[in-house]
T-cell receptor
Framework: GAVVSQHPSRVICKSGTSVKIECRSL??????MFWYRQFPKQSLMLMAT?????????EQGVEKDKFLINHASLTLSTLTVTSAHPEDSSFYIC????????????FGPGTRLTVT | AQRVTQPEKLLSVFKGAPVELKCNYS??????LFWYVQYSRQRLQLLLR??SRESIKGFTADLNKGETSFHLKKPFAQEEDSAMYYC??????????FGQGTRLTINP
């Protein structure tokens, strides 16, 4: 149990376009979802915390108008990279927490975004 | 400031040898620390949590508040232990601060 999926696994888009990444908790309800960014050979950096039914909380330095997060249900959160630029190319990982009686976060497999 | 430091980016040991992955943290509150592991081509997954004080896959980690450390240890390394290991500090609202990670390679 406690599986988190992400879609798509890879995406290539042109500069100036927007890309949406989905994060789903498949077998549990996630009251909280987290979005991370990972640069090559570097650690995961938390971008924002998303709670179902409320606005996301962004970490310092993360542009909320550029990285739109929606957590419309207890099993789905989306990250939209708006007006993407090559510097937005990265590996984006989501995790889900809040599973009843569990403290840990469950991670998705990640989405590789390449902006050309 | 909240910070997790893993001083070794790469660590290579022989099968059967002891292994220790270092982790130090900086946090003004009461720390809650985790070790996450990422095997090749797999997603990040929880290895162990300091509060549970359990041994998972032969790994243990003890929180030393005096030295602000949470080193991961295993007495006899196995080849299947080769992976990327991340130390993480949980702050408010379940947020995790990750260290840079250590790539552990077990040589046969």
């Amino acid at each position: 149990g406690a599986v988190v999926s992400q879609h798509p696994s890879r995406v290539i888009c042109k500069s100036g376009t927007s890309v949406k990444i989905e994060c789903r908790s498949l077998d549990f309800q996630a009251t909280t979802m987290f979005w991370y960014r990972q640069f090559p050979k570097q650690s995961l950096m938390l971008m924002a915390t998303s709670n179902e039914g409320s606005k996301a909380t962004y970490e310092q330095g993360v542009e909320k108008d550029k990285f739109l997060i929606n957590h419309a249900s207890l099993t789905l959160s989306t990250l939209t990279v708006t007006s993407a630029h090559p510097e937005d190319s990265s590996f984006y990982i989501c995790s889900a927490g809040g599973r009843a009686g569990r403290y840990e976060q469950y991670f998705g497999p990640g989405t590789r975004l390449t902006v050309t | 400031a909240q910070r997790v430091t893993q001083p070794e980016k790469l660590l290579s040991v022989f099968k059967g040898a002891p292994v220790e992955l270092k982790c130090n943290y900086s946090y003004s509150g009461s720390p809650e620390l985790f070790w996450y592991v990422q095997y090749s081509r797999q997603r990040l997954q929880l290895l162990l949590r300091h509060i549970s004080r359990e041994s998972i896959k032969g790994f243990t980690a003890d929180l030393n508040k005096g030295e602000t450390s949470f080193h991961l240890k295993k007495p006899f390394a196995q080849e299947e232990d080769s992976a990327m290991y991340y130390c993480a500090l949980q702050t408010g609202a379940q947020k995790l601060v990750f260290g840079q990670g250590t790539r552990l390679t077990i040589n046969p």
